[in-house]
T-cell receptor, first 109, second 112 residues
Framework: DAKTTQPTSMDCAEGRAANLPCNHS???????VYWYRQIHSQGPQYIIH???NNETNEMASLIITEDRKSSTLILPHATLRDTAVYYC??????????FGAGTQVVVTP | AAGVIQSPRHLIKEKRETATLKCYPI?????VYWYQQGPGQDPQFLIS???????DKGSIPDRFSAQQFSDYHSELNMSSLELGDSALYFC???????????FGDGTRLSIL
């Protein structure tokens, strides 16, 4: 299974864009990149996912490099409620999520 | 919109007892996943079901078993409980294996 590498932590000022990088250099052609976040022991929350193309929804944008070896999650206007651990996950064909260490994002006023 | 329902929210047991955790997926979701999150750790995949059949298995102890019923709800049965089983247990459901998973609020299991 493909693995991901993310920064351990990141600070972001409220109202600014947060750009969260993720490396997944061993990703296979049919594997998706998913982003989830977990706010203090709540159930993980789905954010966005993509295969090859960039994606955008009401929460975030996902930029995937052409070689698919890395991606960036963009939170366009971070709020204090976006403070959470963000997980970049590459899923296998069975769909299970293999959570790595994630990035602790702290949004400050 | 309806979400994944887990019960109970909190459960306290003693060592060597048994516990049953329940998960009710989002309507029309036929795929259910179970995850365990120990204190200070990241969620770990335990087991999944698709159309009432076990579809994948992770680091689930032999003392644990699970099943998905005809109404698609799932139960995680845990026996001979150990102190190390104290954790948050999350259930997630999806409409298919390549669709996003939606998580419940979890069951916090404490073993005394």
């Amino acid at each position: 299974d493909a693995k991901t590498t993310q920064p351990t932590s990141m600070d972001c000022a409220e109202g600014r864009a947060a750009n969260l990088p993720c490396n997944h250099s061993t990703i296979s052609g049919n594997e998706y990149v998913y982003w989830y976040r977990q706010i203090h022991s709540q159930g993980p929350q789905y954010i966005i996912h993509g295969l090859k193309n960039n994606e955008t929804n009401e929460m975030a944008s996902l930029i995937i490099t052409e070689d698919r070896k890395s991606s960036t999650l963009i939170l366009p206007h971070a709020t204090l409620r976006d403070t959470a651990v963000y997980y970049c996950i590459v899923t296998d064909s069975w769909g299970k999520l293999q959570f790595g260490a994630g990035t602790q994002v702290v949004v400050t006023p | 919109a309806a979400g994944v329902i887990q019960s109970p929210r909190h459960l306290i047991k003693e060592k060597r007892e048994t516990a049953t955790l329940k998960c009710y997926p989002i309507p029309r979701h036929d795929t259910v996943y179970w995850y365990q999150q120990g204190p200070g750790q990241d969620p770990q995949f335990l087991i999944s079901f698709y159309e009432k059949m076990q579809s994948d298995k992770g680091s689930i102890p032999d003392r644990f078993s699970a099943q998905q019923f005809s109404d698609y709800h799932s139960e995680l049965n845990m026996s001979s409980l150990e102190l190390g089983d104290s954790a948050l247990y999350f259930c997630a459901s999806s409409s298919d294996r390549d669709q996003p998973q939606h998580f419940g609020d979890g069951t916090r299991l404490s073993i005394l």
